[in-house]
């Protein structure tokens, strides 16, 4: 089992930066990719950005320019540093790790964007 603990969510005006984190623990191994996602009230749930074990990254378009997502291997971790947040960007944000095609979630963390 993989447990996945996210933090750094919280409340900023529009226009203000979060980083988000998210590490792992238990059996970690070594994980393929590893990303987030997000869910606005009402909406599915879409992929915001992702990072191969060998640090290629995937980006959504709203997400491009904005965001950046890294990955520590030796601390099992992943973040999303967002930046000229937007009241769009409004919505739970959760960590998503690929463990040899088993896939684990973590229990989100709200991030919230004011105008």
């Known amino acids: 089992q993989v447990q996945l603990v996210e933090s750094g969510g919280g409340l900023v005006q529009a226009g203000g930066s979060l980083r988000l984190s998210c590490v792992a623990s238990g059996r970690t191994l070594s994980f393929n990719a590893m990303g987030w996602y997000r869910q606005a009230p009402g909406k599915q749930r879409e992929l915001v950005a992702s990072i191969t074990s060998g640090g290629g990254t995937n980006y959504a378009d709203s997400a491009k320019g904005r965001f950046t997502i890294s990955r520590d291997n030796a601390k099992n971790a992943v973040y999303l540093q967002m930046s000229s947040l937007k009241p769009e960007d409004t919505a739970v944000y959760y960590c998503?790790?690929?463990?040899?095609?088993?896939?684990?979630w973590g229990q989100g963390t709200q991030v919230t964007v004011s105008s």
């Open positions: 998503n790790v690929d463990l040899h095609f088993v896939y684990y």
